[in-house]
């Protein structure tokens, strides 16, 4: 992911033609998925005040999403993420935040953090200071509520742009479960290997997963760490959303009673399911698609 302004986005829009346009983003992706697995999620967000923020929250709440969203009121557009695929499914993002760098505390405080079961935040926030500051209030209105917090790591030049915040906020007991892929992992706790980078992580009462593409993920509790395969796909036609279905998937099951290892399976079932096809959200109801017993382990 490569971060461009207004500018530089209209050029790479002039430059092809055909895009399919949804109202997107990590966060929003993770919610998209765990609406189609049956829960009900919330989403919180700012848009400008143009076409495309006049659709964006409709556009969610159409897939059952209660999404919070405000306009900006500094004339930003909405934020765009134009996603360049590749043949072999490989993806190039170049992201303009535009108003999404201007989500407000006050925005976050209307989501319904308190009767949240988990608040999941994306480590993108940490690019812009007003979100950054909407990220904190989340994890402050989730400790006085007893609600998990969750954390992605999102992008490895994220965790080398902002690694002492996140390394604050994870072993200082903010963070209750943090997802992430091998590289973000690696660059996070400096270690030279999954195993090192997973010894590192394990933390008393708090839970990590590492994402390790087609060769599946882990996961690390203060009890010891579990592994699952990754789910077989028949053609990979779009990793776009893989790592953001997969947080759907285990976070899902984790507050539905899955247990670490039942999350990870019900996490490579969506994600399965996403990069079989041309975009981030599941192209079927993932609650009908579930495999039977999925949530033993």
Not at 35 to 60: E, H, R
Request: aromatic fraction near 6%; include cysteine.
């Amino acid at each position: 992911m490569t971060l461009v302004d207004g500018e530089r986005a209209a050029e790479i829009e002039r430059a092809f033609s055909g895009w399919h346009e949804v109202a997107g983003g990590s966060a929003a992706n993770t919610a998209a998925g765990i609406a189609s697995l049956g829960g009900s999620p919330g989403f919180a967000g700012a848009v400008g005040d143009d076409k495309a923020g006049s659709w964006y929250a409709s556009d969610l709440q159409q897939l059952g999403v209660a999404a919070s969203v405000t306009t900006v009121s500094s004339g930003l557009p909405t934020g765009v993420c134009h996603v360049l695929v590749a043949t072999r499914g490989e993806r190039s993002m170049a992201t303009s935040l535009g108003a999404a760098s201007e989500l407000a505390a006050e925005t976050v405080e209307q989501a319904g953090v308190d009767r949240a079961r988990v608040v999941y935040v994306e480590g993108y926030l940490l690019d812009a200071p007003a979100a950054a500051a909407a990220l904190d209030r989340a994890m402050e209105l989730a400790e006085g509520a007893s609600t998990l917090v969750a954390l992605s790591l999102s992008d490895p030049f994220v965790v080398s742009r902002h690694r002492d915040r996140i390394l604050e906020m994870v072993f200082g007991g903010a963070v209750d479960v943090l997802l992430g892929n091998a590289d973000e992992a690696l660059g996070l706790t400096g270690a030279d290997s999954v195993a090192g980078a997973a010894a590192a992580l394990r933390r008393d009462g708090s839970v990590a997963v590492v994402t390790l593409g087609a060769s599946g993920a882990f996961v690390v509790t203060p009890d010891g760490e579990a592994a699952v395969r990754a789910d077989e796909v028949a053609h990979v036609v779009d990793t776009t959303g893989a790592g953001d279905l997969f947080a759907a998937g285990f976070l899902y099951g984790l507050t539905h009673g899955a247990g670490p290892e039942g999350a990870l399976r019900i996490g490579s079932f969506a994600a399965a399911e996403v990069i079989g096809h041309l975009g981030a959200r599941p192209a079927i109801r993932l609650q009908d698609a579930i495999p039977e017993g999925l949530f033993s382990g």
